[in-house]
Every structure is written in structure tokens, then in C-alpha cells.
């Protein structure tokens, strides 16, 4: 199954916890990581105030199940030293399912698509950069990002590896 995971860090060394949960994704057994975008530095959305945030995308094929997934992402966040204290506040990792199989889900752990990705050029760009002819819903994502503000958006220097 394919799978699209947005990844964020404000807090700390972002580089690497994007870095160390890449690492982390790929070292899953039922799980490889295909391409990884390059990382944005992008303006906290929504939430108190905080620091920028260093975003990326990766695709990955994987045999779990979107439930199974999330759960595995969610123990990559905890060992990553994430704490959920304040909606939408920093993070060392914020690690989101975004698309999985064209599955749509709406269970109480998890809607995909994900319910905010079409509104976040801080997902969409990355994932425009590694799959350009995806669609979300009956839409191709270049479509979507065409029609976001893309301000605050900009392209970190350094990039991600897959090892």
C-alpha cells in the first residue's frame, strides 16, 4: 500500500527529528520509504506563538494497515520526545498520515485523506515536488496547491536522506 506521511518539527534541532523519523519509518519492517521532498521552512499555522517550523513529505509502500501505521507513527513521535500539551503548539515531531491507498477512513483515530492536508501548502508543496500527478480525492494535488498562499513557504537548505 502507498502511503503519504507529512512530517514537521519546531522545537530543538528540527533537521534532525525530521531526520531521525525518516530513519525511524523506513527501519519498520513492512515499511519502505520511496522518495522524500526536499524541507521547507515554513510559518507556524494556527495555535500559540511559536518558532518556524521545518516541514517535509515522504511516500512510502508499506503492508500495515492505516490504523497499524498510524499506531507505529505515533510510538516514532513518543520516542522522538513529542509531548501533546497544547492543541497545535510546538513539537520536536509532529508525524501526520495524510493519504493512504486511496482509502477513505473516518474512524475516531484517524480521517483520511487527511481532513486539512487540501488547505496546507506546507503538505501540499512537498508532496507536489515527490508525486506530482497524485490526486486528493477527484483532485490532482498541483491543482490544489495552485490555489493556496504559498507565503512563509521556502526551501531549506539542507536534505533529507533515506538510510
Excluded at 515499511?31 to 507556524?44: A, G, K, Q
Excluded at 508499506?62 to 490504523?67: D, G, I, R, V, Y
Aim: hydrophobic residues 40%; glycine residues 4%; aromatic residues 6%.
Amino acid at each position: 500500500m502507498k502511503a503519504i506521511v507529512a512530517l514537521g518539527s519546531n522545537l530543538g534541532d528540527r533537521f534532525n527529528f525530521l531526520q531521525n523519523a525518516v530513519m525511524e519509518i523506513n527501519a519498520i519492517s513492512q515499511n519502505r520509504v520511496t522518495h522524500i521532498s526536499s524541507v521547507y521552512e515554513t510559518l507556524p499555522v494556527g495555535g500559540p506563538a511559536q518558532d518556524n517550523y521545518l516541514n517535509a513529505v515522504i511516500s512510502l509502500e508499506t503492508s500495515l494497515n492505516a490504523e497499524e501505521l498510524l499506531q507505529k507513527l505515533l510510538i516514532i513521535e513518543l520516542n522522538l520526545g513529542r509531548e501533546r500539551t497544547t492543541t497545535w503548539g510546538p513539537r520536536t515531531i509532529d508525524l501526520d498520515l495524510i493519504y493512504f491507498e486511496n482509502q477513505s477512513i473516518n474512524s475516531p483515530n484517524l480521517v483520511l485523506p487527511h481532513p486539512r492536508a487540501h488547505e496546507r501548502c506546507f503538505v501540499m508543496k512537498p508532496w507536489v515536488e515527490i508525486d506530482p500527478a497524485a490526486n486528493l480525492g477527484d483532485t490532482r494535488i498541483e491543482e490544489i496547491l495552485l490555489k493556496l498562499d504559498c507565503t512563509g513557504v521556502n526551501l531549506f537548505p539542507t536534505t533529507l536522506v533515506n538510510q
